[in-house]
């Protein structure tokens, strides 16, 4: 049976990639601008031929013939912690790349089969729900169906990480879209716990601990009191993630180290989480390299704008499953 191949946009340190690949998909061509993801992707993606450019100076004719096109593209002009511009801030505009390439594609006779996009949950929201009729509305011009659903990771991924993105899945082929239903992605049992993915007697190095010298040491000491709980220190209070999972890992844990979360190990130090248990936690694989060159801020950011993998698989499982029906059936038409 044949193997779908897929090329990513945006693909950061390619998140959604391992999700597709493990469903069985070949990621074959990628494209990201940022040259410290792409030292992390290109060690952990030896087969995928990465473009480390600005989308806007890729071609249609650059990507190599594929079946599904990805596109975890900024959110930072949708979420609710950005500016709420929406269109009007140029990161907005990516999505118009996106069309772009789709249009340069389709002229090449490489119009994708499926494109897969992933966003804030907000995207539903912004603007009243303007924003994302126009996206629906430009994704319709150009003959897709669109079918979209807001997932948590830590429901649908068992991953223990609060983390809600919306995924468009946009087929071109009917059949594809009537033998894709979102319904056969259920809810499931969490079992891998913050106990099992973050170690609490870890040994770590001393740039991990809050003591005694730092300025915010006795606020976090009165707060961060229990085991087995993840905090968040968001400058002048600590806030403690009742529901026993992480809360949602985010791109600014790379600045100044803020917005990581924090535990209370067995020793009874504070702690941040380490980026390796950053990557965990959203399901990254347990062998992943981290590239040695990198500082820790960067690892951080990497993996709070990455995708949850697991969470990629079972959808990407569910949209060739969806395509193999397709093609299943054209094959006997031809027999
Ligand atoms: C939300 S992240 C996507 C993460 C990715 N899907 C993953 O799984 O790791 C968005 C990515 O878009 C990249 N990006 C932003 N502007 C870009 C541009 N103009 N051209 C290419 N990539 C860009 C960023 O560097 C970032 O890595």
């Known amino acids: 049976m044949k193997q779908y191949k897929m090329a990513s946009l945006f693909a950061g340190i390619g998140g959604i990639d391992y999700g597709f690949e493990q469903a069985g998909v070949i990621p074959v061509w990628a494209n990201e601008v ?19 450019d600005d989308i806007c100076n890729i071609k249609g004719k650059d990507i190599p013939k594929i079946d599904i096109l990805s596109a975890g593209f900024p959110c930072q002009p949708f979420s609710i912690a950005g500016y709420r511009k929406g269109f009007q801030d140029n990161r907005g505009n990516m999505f118009r790349q996106i069309m772009r390439l789709i249009d340069e594609m389709e002229k090449n006779n490489n119009k994708p089969r499926i494109l897969f996009l992933e966003n804030v949950k907000n995207l539903k929201t912004h603007d009243n729900g303007h924003t994302f009729d126009i996206i629906r509305s430009e994704l319709e011009k150009r003959k897709y169906i669109v079918k979209e659903k807001i997932l948590n990771t830590c429901e649908y991924g068992n ?47 001393k740039k991990y601990l809050y003591e005694k010298n730092k300025s915010c040491y006795q606020l976090l000491k009165k707060n961060i009191t229990e085991h087995n709980t993840i905090y968040q220190y968001r400058r002048v209070y600590v806030r403690a993630n009742k529901t026993g999972v992480c809360p949602t ?42 590239p ?24 990407a499982e569910e949209i060739v499953k969806a395509m193999k029906e397709t093609d299943l059936i054209y094959e006997d038409n031809k027999l």
Not at 34 to 52: E, Q
Not at 302 to 308: I, K, L, T
């Open 34 to 52: 940022d040259k410290y993801c792409a030292i992390t992707f290109t060690l952990n993606h030896k087969k995928t031929k990465l473009i480390v």
């Open 159 to 205: 991953v223990p990480q609060n983390r809600e993105r919306i995924l468009i899945v946009c087929f071109l082929n009917a059949s594809d879209s009537q033998n894709f239903d979102w319904e056969n992605i259920c809810k499931i049992k969490l079992t891998n716990t913050i106990e099992k993915v973050v170690d609490w007697n870890a040994d770590v190095d």
């Open 249 to 290: 890992l985010t791109a600014n844990m790379g600045m100044g180290g803020h917005n990581v979360p924090l535990i209370l190990d067995n020793k009874n130090r504070i702690r941040k989480l380490l980026p390796r248990e950053c990557l965990l936690l959203q399901g990254f694989p347990k062998d992943m390299i981290i």
């Open 292 to 315: 040695k060159e990198l500082c820790d801020s960067r690892v951080y950011k990497q993996a709070g704008n990455a995708v949850s993998v697991p969470v990629i698989k079972r959808v």
